[in-house]
């Protein structure tokens, strides 16, 4: 993977559920931050923790980021259909000027 | 306007063809992105411009060529490609190199053939 692996690659849950991702990543980072990717369409940009967060909240998004460990989850509580999709996370390296996606995992909704 | 467009929405061209795909946006942002993506794999870094220079060629073939003509337009002209070049094209702006969230647009769907 480019910079880090995401697990599960899918996972598949009932409307009402609750879906949790993780990530991992290699190298020290700023920050973190999760997108959003519907079938063959563009990223849109979820939530960015920083390196100095533990636990951040945005709506029905949960993130939490452990560095000692080099790895973040995601969480999505009372899953609807409509948050079917492929989620990614990516590190910004600053210097680079540049994003690393992890390898993303696929969630399916059933409604 | 917080938007990325991309044109065509869908592009099939023969080995031998040449065209274009075109990226604007009007946030003001300074630093634009292309990105390969296969299907079900993560998005690949091709290019980056800053302040309309390129800064990264991530060792991409010759048959891709970028061009930013201004802050507002980015382009990736495309000559001889191969079957296996066939992918999502995603363009991506950020307020610059170093600023956190990217704004992706939703991306040519090339096939060649």
């Known amino acids: 993977s480019q910079q880090g692996e995401e697990d599960p690659q899918a996972l598949s849950i009932q409307e009402g559920e609750n879906a949790t991702m993780n990530c991992s990543y290699k190298t020290s980072i700023n920050n973190l931050q999760w997108y959003r990717q519907n079938s063959g369409r563009g990223l849109v940009h979820l939530i960015l923790i920083r390196s100095n967060e533990r636990e951040k909240h945005s709506g029905r998004l949960r993130v939490t980021l452990d560095t000692s460990k080099k790895s973040s989850s995601l969480l999505i509580t009372a899953s609807r259909a409509a948050d079917t999709a492929s989620y990614f996370c990516a590190t910004l390296n600053t210097n680079a000027g540049k994003s690393t996606f992890g390898d993303g995992t696929t969630l399916t909704v059933k409604p | 306007d917080t938007e990325v467009t991309q044109t065509p929405k869908h592009l099939v061209m023969g080995m031998t063809n040449k065209k274009s795909l075109k990226c604007e946006q009007h946030m003001g942002h300074r630093a634009m992105y292309w990105y390969k993506q296969k299907a079900k794999k993560p998005p690949e870094l091709m290019f980056v411009?800053?302040?309309?220079?390129?800064?990264i060629n991530e060792s991409v073939p010759s048959r891709f060529s970028p061009e930013c003509p201004n802050s507002s337009l980015l382009n990736l002209h495309l000559h001889a490609l191969q079957p296996e070049d066939s992918a999502l094209y995603l363009c991506a702006s950020r307020r610059t190199e170093s600023y956190n969230e990217q704004f992706f647009g939703p991306g040519t769907r090339l096939t060649v053939l």
């Open positions: 411009y800053s302040y309309e220079k390129l800064s």
